[in-house]
């Protein structure tokens, strides 16, 4: 066993599946929010989570209270933080929010916390000298859906201690992830490195009007035997995530890009999330037999 | 029915894949090779291309045999384009050989036939004035074991008829591929745009050091579901494959990748091909039960 007492800082989507996935394992968890009205979007958020977790590990009613038994929910740093052994930060992907929250963390955390960051866009070493402890600071990343797309991607940065990615790694396996180990800080990490080429070669088909989007689906999948090409992914992702990703690039081929999202968007074609995208939901036409004929 | 009489031009791998699913649809189909050697070749490829065609439809020994009757091997251009309603050129990737072909393809064959290339890797139009009939011309690109990996992208030239796709949509539901309709010229039609940019992104991750091999395909395919990651594909492809690919681009990464490459095919590890590449063949780790775990 590793860390015992694990705090995730922040209830959103993602911090408040880490937390429920930590308190179904056994972990004594605390979620943090900065409100009492984050803290009740939290526990909404964590109500979809037991019965998503429930159905996909066929768990028993015990199983599921004795996690809502081990998860815990403050509006008081200082009592998030006491006696924590790994404080998991998923604050929103916003620099200021991170420092400020590193900046007090430094302050009210025992000297021993191990504290890692689930930032997925953001280099982590950017906020090692603010935690006052960057030894004990590294990545380590979700992906949405944690119990089903159950990676965790470890990735030191320069003055993590080499013995650090071990104990995460052990850690990962206790609250049923696989550890994914990232040998050095790349931006993107493992998965969204893969991903972001992959997505950015199928707009660019579209964008031009090479091809329909079903139409380079279909051979992707054709192709490569996946469940899904890059169009059924992006409205899993959901269009404005593309977006963003387009729109803060310098490049004009970006920027072009951007504005042909932003008309779909414009038309509420954001994704599986608002029922339409690039497919209609709940019964896209890539599922369908007869897609692949 | 479209056409009937088709002439496959080369009888390497793609080119006897594609004849010998021609045949198996009752088309009468003939392989024209330069030489007796050549052909003695095709008919060794086309031998074990039944064996697989038969596995995979379930298909009559009869059937299998009215293939072989619908197949014919000359090394007579002449013969080989009289009266031949569609001529496929499969030629290897090299320029000359392909205008040379094109040269007498345009004194040879009737004013009717449609030809097309199967050429990956060279935009189509740089052949079209040679045939002397830009308008019944275009690119049409099949994967390797066609009868599993069945797309025939379409894709015309600045000058093909507009009628012309339509009728080799249909050609191609007719020899059992699925059409993919490529609506402009585009290096690489869509598979390759798709593939190429996912393979430079996951061989990247392994030059330089950021994750092993096993672990980014392990990330993909938790990550996408999908049935095998970048270096599974790489080995599938053949490491020879995607050394070219790299060599042949000027930019200093790509170069440094071949270095790569080539140090581990000087090794033999080149993939499915070798029984070793990134995996051990036949039985590759990513198959195994525990891999994503």
Same mark, same amino acid.
């Given at each position: ?10 209830? &959103? ?30 526990? !909404? ?19 599921? =209270?004795?996690?809502?038994? +081990? ?5 008081? #740093? ?9 404080? %998991?930060? !998923?604050?929103? =992907? ?10 007090? $963390? ?34 380590? +990343? $979700? !992906? ?9 991607? %470890? *990735? ?18 206790? %609250? ?24 950015? !070669?199928?707009?660019?088909?579209? /964008?031009?009007? /090479? ?9 992707? *999948? ?8 890059? $169009?059924?992914? *992006?409205? #899993? /992702? ?5 977006? =963003? ?10 920027? +072009? ?7 779909? *968007?414009?038309? &509420? ?22 897609? #692949?004929?």
């Amino acid at each position: 066993m590793t860390y015992q007492k694990v705090t995730v800082v922040g209830g &959103g989507t993602l911090g408040s599946q880490i937390a429920f996935m930590a308190a179904f394992s056994g972990k004594d968890t605390t979620i943090w929010g900065r409100s009492e009205g984050s803290l009740e979007r939290a526990k !909404a958020r964590v109500d979809r989570w037991e019965n998503e977790v429930k159905a996909y590990y066929d768990a028993a009613d015990a199983d599921i =209270e004795s996690a809502r038994d +081990h998860l815990n929910y403050t509006t008081s #740093l200082e009592d998030a933080l006491a006696g924590a052994d790994l404080v %998991i930060e !998923a604050l929103p =992907e916003n620099v200021e929010t991170k420092t400020d929250f590193y900046e007090k $963390f430094d302050k009210l955390a025992d000297p021993e916390t191990v504290v890692v960051t689930n930032s997925s866009t953001m280099m982590p070493s950017q906020f090692a000298e603010t935690t006052g402890r960057p030894e004990k600071f590294l990545g380590y +990343h $979700f !992906a949405n859906e944690i119990w089903k797309n159950n990676t965790a991607e %470890i *990735m030191s940065g320069p003055e993590t201690d080499a013995t650090l990615p071990e104990t995460l790694e052990e850690f990962s396996r206790e %609250i049923k992830m696989v550890p994914i180990m990232v040998k050095k800080e790349q931006p993107g990490y493992v998965l969204n490195s893969l991903l972001v080429p992959f997505l950015d !070669a199928g707009t660019d088909l579209w /964008v031009r009007d /090479v091809a329909d989007p079903e139409t380079v689906d279909k051979t992707w *999948m054709i192709g490569t035997g996946a469940p899904v090409g890059p $169009f059924g992914i *992006m409205d #899993l /992702v959901g269009l404005n995530t593309v977006y =963003e990703i387009n729109k803060g690039r310098p490049d004009e081929k970006s920027q +072009h890009a951007a504005e042909k999202i932003k008309e779909r *968007m414009d038309q &509420g074609l954001i994704g599986q999330e608002t029922g339409q995208g690039f497919y209609t939901y709940p019964n896209p036409a890539y599922l369908e037999d007869d897609f #692949l004929s």
